[in-house]
């Protein structure tokens, strides 16, 4: 069993920046694929990044490239996702999930563990 906890979410003004960590337990997360998505209240939910296992291979959705990064620390046991040049449309709560076969996947059916989300709102 894995539990995500996701921290660094807040308000922000256009045009700036946060990062938001998804901290883990248990020593299996390392071989674990990671990915954030978000959610706005009343529509579906939407991948934004994930990273492989090794941390080599990355994903994004066209809307956050070239503005968001995702990175993991082994030793910390912790993913990241860096958010720069934020836009309003940026604002909705964000969660990290964690499938066990290590994918860098888009599609929120191969996550089996889940965070309790954190929130980002973006000031326009």
């Known amino acids: 069993q894995v539990q995500l906890v996701e921290s660094g979410g807040g308000l922000v003004q256009a045009g700036g920046s946060l990062r938001l960590s998804c901290a883990a337990s248990?020593?299996?997360?390392?071989?674990?694929?990671v990915g954030w998505f978000r959610q706005v209240s009343g529509k579906e939910r939407e991948f934004v990044a994930a990273?492989?296992?090794?941390?080599?291979?990355?994903n994004y959705a066209d809307s956050v490239k070239g503005r968001f990064t995702i990175s993991r620390d082994h030793a910390e046991n912790t993913v990241y996702l860096q958010m720069n040049s934020l836009k309003f449309d940026d604002t909705a709560v964000y969660y990290c999930?964690?499938?066990?076969?290590?994918?860098?996947?888009?599609?929120?059916?191969?996550?089996?563990?889940w965070g309790q989300g954190t929130q980002v709102t973006v000031s326009s």
């Open positions: 999930a964690a499938n066990t076969v290590g994918l860098y996947s888009g599609i929120d059916s191969h996550y089996t563990y």
């Open positions: 990273i492989g296992r090794r941390g080599g291979l990355t």
């Open positions: 248990g020593r299996a997360f390392s071989s674990y694929g």
